[in-house]
Structures are given as C-alpha cells and as structure tokens.
C-alpha cells in the first residue's frame, strides 16, 4: 500500500480522521474530501505534502467530479476510494419530512454512488485497486426510529455485494463495512435527538476499530466486515428469521433504551 493514492469522504469526521491516520502511517498518499473545510484543512495540515483537502459535497456530481480531477491532478490518479461520508436525522417514518428523508438518501447513497462512478474509470486505468464503504449494522438489521437511514444502509450492501462481483474481472476490490455504533460526535447527536435504543445496546466502538477494518478489508480483499465480527454474525443469522426479530426487538430496544439514558448522562 505504500505510495498508494486514497480519497477518503468524510474525512473530517472521527471515523474519517482514523482511517487517514491509519492509511498515512502506511505510506499511503490522501485526498481527504469533506464539507466542513476548516475542520477538514485543519486534518490534512499533519500530513504535509502527502495530504490534500478538498471540500465537496458528495451529493453534488460536478463536485465530485472536481474532487477527483485534483487527486489525478496532484497525485497521478487513485488507488483507493473509501466511503465514509454519512448522516443520520433520527425520527419516526411517520413524522419525517421529505428533506430529511433527500438528505440522507442524497448523502448515505446516492453520495457513494456518485463516487464510485468517478473511481471506477480511473482505478480500471491503474489495472485495479479498492472501494471500501462504510455502512452499519443498521445495513444487515432494522433500527427502529431510522428507518430512511436503515434503507440507506441495507441498499449500501446491496451495492457493494454486487460491485464485489461485477468489478472483480477489472481487479477491483469493493468491501463494505458494518460497525455497531461508534464513539463518535453523530452517537452524542443520536443521543440527544431520540436515537434508536438499539443503537446503545451495547458499549460503542473505538473509530480506530473501523480504520482497522477497512485496512484489513484492502489487504484481505475481504467483501464484507462486521465490527464488531461476532455481532456482525448474530445480526445475520436473526435476519434469516424475520419473525424471530419482531418477536426479540422490543425486548432488545428496552435494554438499550435503559443504555441511552445512561450514555446521556455520561455514565
């Protein structure tokens, strides 16, 4: 992976923090996109010359575009796009308006889609490389109280399984990550705006445990991880019975209702 270019979304953020940090102590190159340009410039100033920011809205397909032409422009093309970039505005379907619900499919999905659009040209032209995206367990489970985010995220597998298939013949690896929840400023959000109980069902992850995985998703060409895995396992085997998690996910949500409560006072 030394030397090797890859454009990071997100990169602001904790979990997009991470993976540059990461990537960066591997010999990597970055592009690190965001639309917070202070809190991103402020990331990329510790990487030198190695390193270049670029604001972008992933939503916007002429910036997107923009995004890549400079990563070709400074560093000859790319190697890696990693998907990070994601929201979440927690509600009730039936209280949702319709911009929330274009915010998070325009950032969760079609964001990554226009991406990969942009990637895939260049990394056929590199003869390979990687596409990692971040989704959730709330991609293999539901998440009550987020169900446009939950939609968002199960299509991100969808997308990445079929990817993995299609753009293996070009030497093209896509994987896709599924964290539980995640110690980062959007769990602190989902906590104080009526976040799923689910979510806090469990203790959060470190974002460094995300990095990991999406580094251990390029060097193992591995098409799907869960973090952590044995959730990510039980998450799955439920879902073969649909039942069985109508049944279990009140019971589960009242745990981690009880959680929230604690994590929002600090506990």
């Not at 990394?123 to 446009?148: D, M, N, W, Y």
């Not at 390029?218 to 799955?236: A, T």
Request: glycine share 10%; proline share 6%.
């Amino acid at each position: 992976m030394k030397d090797a270019v890859a454009v990071i979304t997100g990169a602001a953020g904790g979990i997009g923090g991470e993976i540059a940090a990461l990537f960066h102590s591997k010999g990597m190159r970055l592009v690190l996109a965001d639309i917070d340009k202070k809190k991103l410039e402020s990331a990329a100033r510790s990487y030198g010359k190695s390193a270049l920011a670029v604001k972008c809205d992933i939503t916007k397909p002429a910036e997107v575009k923009r995004l890549f032409r400079q990563a070709v422009a400074r560093f000859g093309g790319v190697d890696v796009l990693v998907n990070n970039a994601g929201i979440i505005v927690p509600n009730l379907f039936e209280h949702c308006t319709r911009r929330e619900i274009d915010r998070q499919i325009g950032v969760n999905l079609m964001g990554p889609i226009n991406c990969i659009m942009e990637a895939v040209p260049l990394l056929k032209s590199r003869g390979g490389g990687s596409i990692v995206t971040i989704s959730s367990l709330a991609g293999i489970v539901p998440e009550t109280h987020s169900s446009i985010y939950t939609a968002t995220k199960f299509a991100l597998r969808g997308l990445g399984l079929t990817l993995h298939l299609e753009l293996g013949r070009h030497n093209i690896h896509v994987g896709t990550i599924f964290p539980d929840s995640v110690d980062t400023p959007m769990l602190r959000y989902e906590a104080e705006h009526g976040g799923s109980p689910l979510t806090f069902r469990a203790p959060p992850q470190r974002p460094a445990a995300v990095a990991e995985a999406v580094y251990r998703s390029i060097i193992k060409k591995k098409p799907e991880i869960c973090v952590p895995s044995f959730d990510g396992f039980l998450s799955k085997l439920m879902m073969a019975f649909p039942r069985f998690v109508v049944w279990l996910w009140p019971h589960l949500e009242r745990q981690g209702l009880k959680k929230k409560e604690a994590y929002r006072a600090g506990g």
